[in-house]
């Protein structure tokens, strides 16, 4: 080998590893909303791949510690810059709890979440309140109340009135299977009338292949879902003490 093969081999190494770096730094990301051009909710995009947004258009992304980031054009380069993405459990829970507890300074969460009992799984759907709700998509909604003891009418209506569907709880039952009123598509708000009380409850579709939870209960926070983040992140936070 030539002395000048030997220093291009020499600077050909460092190289190599440099890449292989940033190929471990890269990680992927979900858009939770997007206005620009093709780009939509729920596509997934690598974090060292660079984007270009134009003047007006913006993405907001997590991910995978649950953070969430909006990009504004005009912009171009990689979408969360040249840094890592850090994911460590512990931090990543933290950050998203204090996310949540910012997201009640809002006048229109607190009304809408703080005071909501706690459900006992993250995809039910609370029929005693007005709010956001998310849904997986692909997956049947259920109906859940936070008082079973007595039986117990409500009626469910799309925002037109185009149809009713009336419902009946027995006493003791807490949990309704949800039968195929009609398609839930991206956002679809319904009004319940529950107690002579009538309020509009709004379905955000979840990506059905979405399955990491710090991922999930960020959506469900930028959704406003914030009763059902809550359940999710009790969960989480449940398995890493089980874990330890």
Known sequence: ?????KIASGL?????????VVAAKAT?????????????????IDSATPLTLKEGERITVIGPDG???????????????????ASDPGRALAALINTRNARTSSVGVVRGATDAAPLPDPWLIDISRAGERCLKAGTRAVWWRPDSRAAQKFTVLPVDRSWRADFEWSAGEGMMAVPPLARFD?????LLRVNEQEFPVSVNIVP????????????????????QADALLKRVAQSQTAAK
């Open 1 to 5: 080998m030539t002395k000048l093969s």
């Open 12 to 20: 050909a190494m460092p190289l190599v590893l440099g890449m292989s």
């Open 28 to 44: 992927t990301l979900i858009i939770i909303d997007a206005r620009a051009g093709t780009m939509k909710a729920g596509q997934k």
């Open 67 to 85: 953070k969430s980031v909006t990009i504004r054009g005009k912009f171009s380069g990689p979408p969360l810059g040249r840094g890592p993405v």
């Open 186 to 190: 991206t956002q679809t708000i319904f």
């Open 208 to 227: 059905a292949d979405l399955d990491n939870d710090f991922i999930l209960a960020s959506w469900m926070l930028e959704k406003g879902c914030l009763q």
